[in-house]
């Protein structure tokens, strides 16, 4: 089992930049894909990006394609959402998930477990 904690929301202006930070317990880390999500107010929740177990392989929604960067380091249990040119419309609390899994997973019902949420706030 993991636990997720994920960290470095906060208000920006459009145009600026904020790294998201999605910290987990447990030895078996390295063993999870992550993925992050978002929920704008009234929303669905959507899918933002994915990191396969190792970081070999990363997917993203085309909304943000080019302007986010999901990465992680095992040694530190991390993973991370760079993301830049943010855009109004990135305005959500944002959520990491984690499943065991080789593969990476885009439909948020593919995941085990979730973080608590940061919220992102970009005023235009």
């Known amino acids: 089992q993991v636990q997720l904690v994920e960290s470095g929301g906060g208000l920006v202006q459009a145009g600026g930049s904020l790294r998201l930070s999605c910290a987990a317990s447990g030895r078996t880390y390295s063993t999870y894909a992550i993925g992050w999500f978002r929920q704008a107010p009234g929303k669905e929740r959507e899918f933002v990006a994915a990191?396969?177990?190792?970081?070999?392989?990363?997917d993203y929604a085309d909304s943000v394609k080019g302007r986010f960067t999901i990465s992680r380091d095992n040694a530190k249990n991390t993973v991370y959402l760079q993301m830049n040119s943010l855009k109004p419309e990135d305005t959500a609390v944002y959520y990491c998930a984690g499943r065991q899994g080789s593969s990476y997973y885009v439909k948020d019902e593919s995941y085990d477990y979730w973080g608590q949420g940061t919220q992102v706030t970009v005023s235009s």
């Open positions: 990191i396969t177990r190792s970081g070999g392989v990363t």
